[in-house]
């Protein structure tokens, strides 16, 4: 008589999930967190699930685990695709170690605009004069691989709430890299405490192979959103998807929080 039950484990999940979606719903019409496009790809909707509830579920900028010094690793360089092949990239750029032999002083600089009130371009001397963090996190690659290393920069939110100013309606924050890999991320992972623009990894200066000059960590997220070679940054107040340079195009999720 197993299927004249009424509490079969098939309704009871069911009653569960639509229970626990429920007040998911209620306690999401109760934030102002949006939720990023779905991209029309029925696959997409698990980012969407994940973000919700990371969002709602996690205390909004809670810290994540920080090393000490005898737990760095050796951290393999990766790259994502044919694109380190290209002669232009950093890589195989000599111009990168032109700039790199010369403390990166001629480099053209880290652009911030968009959705700010004082758009403008840091050299890196000025990235360094922020006051910085030193931070020792676990990088997770969605490859299968994950290393220890110790990152030094300026958090992101030094930058864009106390130099160039939010402007109300700054919602995302899109990052240009020179080898064409352009993502975004949202203001409650921009903002967080341990998001830095680094420039410095295991005590001295970031090497071009990670990303020198000034790469993003994005520690609450898989290592595809640390990105390397940062150009330009741009704030907006819609998710822009950084299209056939972008990881969704790309084939992964636009929120990969863990
Ligand atoms: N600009 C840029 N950033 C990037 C990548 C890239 O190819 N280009 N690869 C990403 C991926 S998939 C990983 S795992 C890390 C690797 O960082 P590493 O080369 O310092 O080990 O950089 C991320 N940031
Ligand atoms: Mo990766």
Redesign the pocket.
């Known amino acids: 008589m197993k299927n004249g039950r009424l509490f079969t484990r098939r309704n009871l999940l069911l009653a569960g999930a639509a229970a626990a979606g429920g007040l998911l719903w209620g306690r999401w019409s109760n934030t102002n967190v949006e939720l990023p496009p779905t991209y029309g790809h029925i696959l997409r909707m698990g980012d969407n699930l994940t973000y919700a509830a990371h969002r709602l579920l996690l205390p909004g900028q809670s810290m994540v685990r920080e090393y000490r010094r005898c737990d760095i690793s050796s951290?393999?360089?990766?790259?994502?695709d044919d694109?380190?092949l290209k002669p232009d990239h950093p890589m195989n750029n000599n111009q990168f170690r032109a700039w790199q032999a010369n403390g990166f002083a001629d480099w053209p600089g880290l652009r911030v605009e968009g959705l700010v009130a004082r758009p403008r371009t840091y050299s890196l001397a000025e990235l360094k004069r922020f006051r910085s963090r030193t931070q020792i996190t676990r990088?997770t690659?969605?490859?299968g691989w994950s290393?220890i290393g110790e990152w030094t920069g300026v958090p992101l939110w030094r930058v864009l709430e106390e130099d160039v100013g939010l402007l109300p309606e700054a919602r995302y924050v899109t990052f240009y890299?020179?080898?064409d890999?352009d993502d975004s991320i949202d203001m409650l992972d921009a903002l967080h405490p341990q998001t830095l623009l680094a420039y410095g990894m295991n005590g001295r200066d970031l090497s071009v192979?990670?990303?020198a000059p000034v790469?993003l960590r994005v520690e609450t997220q898989m290592?595809?959103k640390?990105?390397?070679?940062?150009d330009r940054i741009e704030v907006t107040s819609e998710l822009d998807d950084g299209g056939e340079n972008g990881n969704i195009q790309n084939g992964w999720s636009w929120y990969a929080g863990i």
Request: hydrophobic share 30%; glycine share 8%; aromatic share 22%.
């Open positions: 951290f393999p360089v990766i790259f994502l694109r380190f990088h690659c969605e490859e290393a890299c020179t080898d890999y192979p990670h990303g790469r290592g595809y640390s990105m390397k070679y940062v």
